[in-house]
């Protein structure tokens, strides 16, 4: 149980595209999703938690109109890169917290965007 | 969140117990110790948590110290496939839904 897929695994986009990332909770509802982006040889770096039916919160540095996160079913959350350019290429990664007992987070398998 | 602190890699050959060590000497009374790892490429995975007594799952073992400044986590018979980065991380298990990722320890398995 507590699978959490992402959906593309890769994608390659030409610079000044729009692309979207969808995470899924495959066997259990959450109500809180993170989205994370990892630079190469890099840790992981918050930036956003996604709560079902409001707004996101976004880290402190993360531009909330060019990375769009929606949360519309507690079983989904998309991340838009709009406008995407190369320094937007990176390894983005969705987590899902379980919504009840021990609430841990579960990693979806990650996103790696190349914008040329 | 309190930090972490771990040695940035280590070998271990494969069969053999892995030892991770993890400092966290700053730690607060309601924080838990949290261990995930980061095969390449990949999402990361939960291995396991602790408080303040030492942890047993399928996984791996957590030997926290009676202290709580430190702990270890333990990978008792290690093959190829452990191969990854180690993140420690410390936080309230409830509340502060946030996981701070370091550097972790980029573990190797020799054969």
Partial sequence: ?116 | DAKTTQPPSMDCAEGRAANLPCNHSTISGNEYVYWYRQIHSQGPQYIIHGLKNNETNEMASLIITEDRKSSTLILPHATLRDTAVYYCIVRVAVGNEKLTFGTGTRLTIIP
């Fill in chain 1, 1 to 116: 149980g507590a699978v959490v897929s992402q959906h593309p695994s890769r994608v390659i986009c030409k610079s000044g595209t729009s692309v979207k990332i969808e995470c899924r909770s495959l066997d259990f509802q959450a109500t809180t999703m993170f989205w994370y982006r990892q630079f190469p040889k890099k840790s992981l770096m918050l930036m956003a938690t996604s709560n079902e039916g409001s707004k996101a919160t976004y880290e402190q540095g993360v531009e909330k109109d060019k990375f769009l996160i929606n949360h519309a079913s507690l079983t989904l959350s998309t991340l838009t890169v709009t406008s995407a350019h190369p320094e937007d290429s990176s390894f983005y990664i969705c987590s899902a917290r379980l919504t009840s007992g021990s609430r841990e987070q579960f990693f979806g398998p990650g996103t790696r965007l190349t914008v040329l």
